[in-house]
Nanobody
């Protein structure tokens, strides 16, 4: 049974940092990513990474501030979030897929975690 379990969310002041983790079990994945959803807004792409970790993708809103990485031995993906802003406040979801295309599209991911809340205060 496939499971994605996120951790690391919380409350932080603007300018601070958080690191999210997503531990996968049940199988390995060609791509893993992070999405987020703020109240009243649609789920949006944040970052994604290939199996090898050699390619990463970021939304324009987080590029230069967030870093996605993965540890294939632990089957875990991380999202290091720096210089956080109040507009980064959202529930962050880990996603994974055995396919290796459409990294930024939510519909291209087969498995999702339960989400972890990130709140950035001004």
């Amino acid at each position: 049974q496939v499971q994605l379990v996120e951790s690391g969310g919380g409350l932080v002041q603007a300018g601070g940092s958080l690191r999210l983790s997503c531990a996968a079990s049940g199988r390995t994945f060609s791509k893993m990513g992070w999405f987020r959803q703020a109240p009243g807004k649609e789920r949006e792409f944040v970052a994604a990474i290939t199996w090898s970790g050699g390619l990463t993708y970021y939304s324009d809103s987080v590029k230069g501030r967030f870093i996605i990485s993965r540890d294939n031995v632990k089957n875990t993906v991380y999202l290091q979030m720096n210089s956080l802003r109040p507009e980064d406040t959202a529930v962050y979801y880990c996603a994974a897929s055995p396919n290796s295309w459409l990294y930024t599209q939510a519909t291209a991911y087969n498995f999702w975690g339960q989400g972890t809340q990130v709140t950035v205060s001004s």
